[in-house]
C-alpha cells in the first residue's frame, strides 16, 4: 500500500473518532504526551490512565460515564498489555470499548512509529511530503 493509501485510510480513522468525541465520546491514552498529540489533531475528550489509581478502579471510573470509549495505547508491549487489561475490565462492566481505531492506526503506521505521541508529527511531515498541505488542510 502507497503512503498516499494509508494516510488516507488514518485520515478516516481520525476524523471518525473526532466525530465520535464530539459527540460526547471519550479516548483513553497512556499519557500527556498522547492526549496532546490526539488534541492537536482534533481529537479532543482524552482521557490519560492515572499514575497512581488502579486500572481497575480507572475502569470504574469510566464504565460510569456511559459514554462511548475508544481505546488508544501505544502499540509497544506495555500499551498492548494496557489496553487488554481495560477492555477486559470494561467488558466485564458490560461496557464495550472500540479499539478499531487503535488497531486500524497500528497497522498503518506501526513500521514507522510505536506511540500515539509521535503520531501528529509523524502525520505532519508524511502529510506535506506526500500531497504538499498542512496537516489543518489534509484532516
Known amino acids: 500500500m502507497n503512503d498516499k493509501i494509508k494516510l488516507e485510510k488514518i485520515k478516516d480513522a481520525i476524523i471518525e473518532m473526532?466525530?465520535?468525541t464530539e459527540d460526547g465520546g471519550i479516548v483513553i491514552v497512556e499519557g500527556?504526551?498522547?492526549e496532546v498529540s490526539l488534541s492537536d489533531l482534533g481529537i479532543k475528550n482524552c482521557l490519560r490512565l492515572p499514575l497512581n489509581v488502579?486500572?481497575?478502579t480507572f475502569?470504574?471510573?469510566i464504565a460510569k460515564q456511559n459514554r462511548n470509549v475508544i481505546i488508544m495505547t501505544d502499540w509497544d508491549d506495555k500499551g498492548e498489555k494496557l489496553a487488554e487489561k481495560i477492555k477486559n475490565n470494561l467488558e466485564n462492566m458490560d461496557i464495550l470499548p472500540d479499539l478499531s481505531f487503535r488497531e486500524r492506526i497500528k497497522k498503518l503506521v506501526c513500521k514507522d512509529i510505536k506511540d500515539v505521541e509521535s503520531l501528529n508529527k509523524y502525520l505532519i511531515k508524511k502529510v506535506y511530503r506526500?500531497?504538499?498541505v498542512t496537516i489543518e488542510q489534509f484532516l
Open 130 to 132: 506526500e500531497f504538499g
Open 59 to 61: 475502569s470504574e471510573f
Open 54 to 56: 488502579p486500572i481497575f
Open 32 to 34: 500527556r504526551k498522547d
Open 18 to 20: 473526532k466525530e465520535i
